[in-house]
């Protein structure tokens, strides 16, 4: 008789820990499966009806797409002009969200070492919930990386706290870097203390070693999330935004980390290389921009004026290429020297993202890796 074997379709979620069933999230420079973005619309963050943030959308994903593929999950009401705009070669789904931050809202990756990849959905309350959250509601975004997780086949497990994937960085290699004014924040987890957030982030990272910076980039609306400030770049190495501009409060905030990662050690008792980068002068929101919103209550006001956190650090490691911001010539060509010798096997692209900045994020923010299971 002819035996049939089911193959098994069943996503579970799963009750166990990825640190208990011997998962980590590797570091952003290991090889990926692929990248996702979602599609901006909603015009009280994207002005002129989100046209320019789409444009500088599909140069980002026309740019990582040289390296890896890439899925963009667009709403019933954009997808057709999604499809239209992105090279065939680009996968569009429909996929609602509240925006289109999928680092914060889309899984967190985490691998083994018998080649098996699953995701952590984490808790998501649009960066501070209704203590000064950027939005309301954000329920569609929550599901995202559940939704991420059906279409990768990758069972997941559902973390007991709030966290977003800007707030972390890794190596790969059991130490993680992030910032206490994001973590600490008590609109994130007001009932968990640092060692129990410590002990949170080993259980679903995969991680034994947490270095804790202070504040994050100047006004970055995020409280602070580590993904504009600093970044590894390789085991022992890490990028770290910086001014030599004394009056610029950037310049203390960028001091203090130098000094705690100067006195930090990884989870290999290595001590770290640190690479700066000097960040772009700074960028403001003009008149034209700002009345270029639909004004919401109860959504982040932007202002003409309001200084935007312009970082370097938010690029974005794809297989072949690195997709870095550009804003202005003179540190533009500085930074992606920087780069450029950091990562020297990769073609370092560069795309003018104003538009994405005007939303309060940047490249790094709006992509999420699919790390690629280990052979
Ligand atoms: O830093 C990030 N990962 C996301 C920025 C989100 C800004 C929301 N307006």
Not at 95 to 110: E, K, L, Q
Not at 119 to 132: I, K, Y
Not at 247 to 264: F, G, V, W
Not at 329 to 342: G, H, P, S, Y
């Amino acid at each position: 008789m002819l035996a049939l074997r089911a193959r098994r379709i069943t996503l579970r979620t799963l009750k166990s820990t990825p640190d208990r069933d011997k998962f980590w999230m590797p570091a952003e420079y290991e090889r990926h499966s692929g990248c996702w973005m979602l599609w901006p619309e909603r015009c009280d963050n994207w002005r002129s009806g989100a046209k320019p943030a789409q444009a500088a959308f599909v140069s980002v994903a026309t740019a990582i797409s040289l390296g890896e593929p890439v899925t963009v999950g667009a709403s019933a009401q954009q997808f057709q002009n999604a499809r239209a705009r992105l090279g065939d070669h680009i996968r569009v789904v429909e996929m609602s969200a509240n925006d289109a931050w999928v680092r914060d809202s889309g899984p967190t990756f985490v691998i083994d070492s018998r080649g098996r990849r699953r995701a952590v959905d984490w808790m998501f309350n649009a960066w501070g919930g209704h203590a000064g959250g950027l939005y309301s509601p954000w329920d569609r975004d929550d599901e995202v990386a559940r939704k991420i997780a059906e279409i990768e086949s990758a069972d997941r497990y559902r973390a007991p706290f709030v966290l977003e994937g800007g707030a972390i960085h890794v190596d790969g290699q059991g130490t993680c870097l992030t910032t206490e004014e994001c973590l600490l924040n008590p609109n994130r987890n007001p009932h968990l203390s640092r060692a129990q957030i410590e002990d949170e982030l080993r259980r679903y990272l995969g991680i034994r070693c947490v270095i804790w910076l202070g504040r994050g980039v100047y006004l970055d609306e995020t409280d602070g999330h580590i993904d504009e400030l600093a970044c590894f770049v390789a085991p022992g190495q890490v990028a770290l935004t910086w001014t030599a501009d004394r009056s610029d409060p950037q310049y203390e905030i960028s001091q203090d980390a130098y000094r705690r990662l100067k006195s930090a050690r990884d989870a290999h008792g290595r001590l770290l290389t640190i690479h700066k980068i000097h960040q772009p002068d700074p960028i403001t929101m003009t008149a034209e921009e700002a009345a270029g919103l639909d004004i919401r209550e109860g959504t982040y006001p932007r202002r003409a004026g309001d200084r935007l956190p312009a970082s370097y650090i938010n690029f974005y490691i794809a297989n072949k290429v690195l997709v870095m911001p550009l804003y202005d010539r003179r540190r533009d060509r500085a930074a992606a020297r920087t780069l450029a010798r950091l990562f020297p096997t990769r073609r370092i692209m560069g795309v003018r993202t104003r538009e994405i900045l005007l939303g309060g994020g940047n490249i790094h923010c709006i992509t999420q890796q699919v790390p690629a299971p280990k052979r």
